[in-house]
């Protein structure tokens, strides 16, 4: 049977783009892992994290309990410190680095197979060809960011969604709770993660053309994710003093988008940074994490209440900034910024890779969804992407943001590319999904 599917060329095809997206990858992590400069970073906290988690400890910041920064990514990190901590030829750095390469690749084969079943057979191939030669998903490989975690979990988890409740096929509700407790850990790597709880209900309303069961499969799905959700923040109001589910961070994010010193995107003026950070758990001067927590959330929220032409101003830069181009990619590699990794050239050059291939997806992407009506009848893809989007106009903007959104618009870019590529295979997207 496997030699049958080989002579195929278009399953050769496939595991070629497989195999050259996971050596790409490869080659990056061992050419461009570098160390962590500053200890302050999101960077050197995670791994300062991770440690803590792999001796059986919680995060601390200056000593302190805290919640700063969302758990799962360092949770995720925790074997991986354990192993390097115990080797000394091996840095844990790598180690992520190598991680983020099974991940990467593993976010190409599960975008190809969401295209597959929601576009067509044919959508398979571009799109895995697509994601494999995705630069700045390359770049993210040697960084220590939860990026690359996320976007593989957003692409598995909307295909395991798929899988279990295409055209409303009855499943044991224990399917449903494991794949909620998933779901809880991809909330714990990134707060959006919690748009997933619906990624079922979408497929029933998109498959069977009812929302009959949505109710039903998201309540499995939402206790599968407290499972892992209660005791996080049960820990936080024990330790740090506030329930928080999943990180205070989220004050500084609103803070940082809802101010007087709001531009959209991070400021990092001194009085930007004293307004949404004193007092927190990075001010060195003495924190009251949970006092900060409290106040900051408070006042960004009124402010935004009291400013709404602002509040339009700045949702049009915040959506702006984060899909305008990739170029933060290449930084967040090089240390952000600290430690280049190439002449000047060559990094425009890098620059150039990242922002072609985005801004050709975003207009393969548009394209897509304007001729394909099998796009438009994606609704768990849309609709996560676009929830993925409006999460960031709660806070400020960075580009790295788009990360997990850019897999799902590359199923929408591979609708447009058996369109004008093989336009006799095209039809075959217009029945998937049948109703």
């Given at each position: 049977?496997a030699a049958r599917a080989?002579?195929?060329?278009?399953?050769?095809?496939?595991?070629?783009?497989?195999?050259?997206?996971?050596?790409?990858?490869?080659?990056?992590?061992?050419?461009?892992?570098t160390s962590i400069s500053?200890?302050?970073?999101?960077?050197?906290?995670?791994?300062?994290?991770?440690?803590?988690?792999?001796?059986?400890?919680?995060?601390?910041?200056?000593?302190?309990?805290?919640?700063?920064?969302?758990?799962?990514?360092?949770?995720?990190?925790?074997?991986?410190?354990?192993?390097?901590?115990?080797?000394?030829?091996?840095?844990?750095?790598?180690?992520?680095?190598?991680?983020?390469?099974?991940?990467?690749?593993?976010?190409?084969?599960?975008?190809?197979?969401?295209?597959?079943?929601?576009?067509?057979?044919?959508?398979?191939?571009?799109?895995?060809?697509?994601?494999?030669?995705?630069?700045?998903?390359?770049?993210?490989?040697?960084?220590?960011?939860?990026?690359?975690?996320?976007?593989?979990?957003?692409?598995?988890?909307?295909?395991?969604?798929?899988?279990?409740?295409?055209?409303?096929?009855?499943?044991?509700?224990?399917?449903?709770?494991?794949?909620?407790?998933?779901?809880?850990?991809?909330?714990?790597?990134?707060?959006?993660?919690?748009?997933?709880?619906?990624?079922?209900?979408?497929?029933?309303?998109?498959?069977?053309?009812?929302?009959?069961?949505?109710?039903?499969?998201?309540?499995?799905?939402?206790?599968?994710?407290?499972?892992?959700?209660?005791?996080?923040?049960?820990?936080?109001?024990?330790?740090?003093?506030?329930?928080?589910?999943?990180?205070?961070?989220?004050?500084?994010?609103?803070?940082?988008?809802?101010?007087?010193?709001?531009?959209?995107?991070?400021?990092?003026?001194?009085?930007?940074?004293?307004?949404?950070?004193?007092?927190?758990?990075?001010?060195?001067?003495?924190?009251?994490?949970?006092?900060?927590?409290?106040?900051?959330?408070?006042?960004?929220?009124?402010?935004?209440?009291?400013?709404?032409?602002?509040?339009?101003?700045?949702?049009?830069?915040?959506?702006?900034?984060?899909?305008?181009?990739?170029?933060?990619?290449?930084?967040?590699?090089?240390?952000?910024?600290?430690?280049?990794?190439?002449?000047?050239?060559?990094?425009?050059?890098?620059?150039?890779?990242?922002?072609?291939?985005?801004?050709?997806?975003?207009?393969?992407?548009?394209?897509?969804?304007?001729?394909?009506?099998?796009?438009?009848?994606?609704?768990?893809?849309?609709?996560?992407?676009?929830?993925?989007?409006?999460?960031?106009?709660?806070?400020?903007?960075?580009?790295?943001?788009?990360?997990?959104?850019?897999?799902?618009?590359?199923?929408?870019?591979?609708?447009?590319?058996?369109?004008?590529?093989?336009?006799?295979?095209?039809?075959?997207?217009?029945?998937?999904?049948?109703?």
């Amino acid at each position: 049977m496997a030699a049958r599917a080989w002579r195929e060329g278009r399953n050769r095809s496939f595991t070629l783009a497989v195999l050259v997206a996971f050596a790409l990858r490869l080659a990056w992590a061992v050419w461009a892992t570098t160390s962590i400069s500053n200890e302050l970073t999101d960077t050197a906290q995670y791994l300062a994290y991770a440690e803590r988690f792999s001796g059986l400890g919680t995060p601390e910041l200056y000593g302190e309990p805290t919640a700063f920064l969302p758990p799962g990514y360092p949770l995720f990190l925790a074997p991986l410190a354990f192993v390097a901590r115990h080797i000394d030829a091996i840095s844990v750095n790598f180690l992520a680095s190598l991680a983020n390469v099974v991940l990467g690749t593993a976010t190409v084969v599960f975008t190809a197979l969401l295209a597959h079943r929601w576009i067509g057979p044919a959508a398979r191939n571009p799109a895995a060809w697509l994601m494999a030669v995705a630069a700045g998903h390359v770049y993210y490989t040697s960084v220590l960011l939860s990026e690359t975690l996320f976007a593989a979990l957003t692409t598995g988890l909307l295909f395991l969604a798929t899988v279990l409740v295409w055209h409303g096929r009855e499943r044991p509700a224990r399917w449903l709770v494991a794949f909620g407790v998933l779901v809880g850990f991809a909330m714990l790597v990134r707060t959006p993660g919690v748009i997933l709880l619906a990624a079922p209900a979408l497929v029933l309303r998109a498959t069977a053309g009812s929302w009959r069961g949505g109710l039903k499969a998201t309540g499995w799905v939402l206790l599968g994710s407290l499972v892992l959700i209660v005791p996080w923040t049960v820990r936080n109001a024990v330790q740090i003093g506030v329930a928080v589910p999943i990180s205070t961070n989220n004050a500084a994010f609103l803070c940082g988008g809802h101010s007087e010193y709001a531009t959209g995107g991070f400021d990092q003026t001194p009085e930007a940074l004293e307004l949404c950070y004193g007092g927190g758990p990075y001010d060195p001067r003495g924190a009251d994490e949970p006092r900060w927590y409290r106040e900051t959330t408070s006042e960004a929220i009124g402010w935004a209440v009291r400013h709404p032409i602002d509040e339009v101003r700045l949702t049009f830069w915040k959506t702006y900034l984060t899909m305008a181009d990739d170029g933060q990619a290449l930084s967040d590699a090089e240390d952000f910024g600290a430690q280049p990794l190439a002449s000047d050239r060559w990094r425009a050059v890098f620059r150039t890779l990242a922002n072609g291939w985005h801004w050709a997806v975003l207009a393969f992407a548009a394209a897509g969804l304007w001729w394909a009506r099998a796009c438009r009848r994606a609704l768990p893809l849309w609709v996560t992407a676009a929830a993925y989007l409006v999460a960031v106009w709660g806070g400020l903007a960075l580009p790295r943001y788009h990360h997990a959104i850019m897999p799902i618009l590359v199923v929408f870019a591979a609708a447009a590319v058996v369109a004008v590529a093989r336009p006799e295979d095209a039809a075959q997207t217009a029945e998937v999904p049948a109703r």
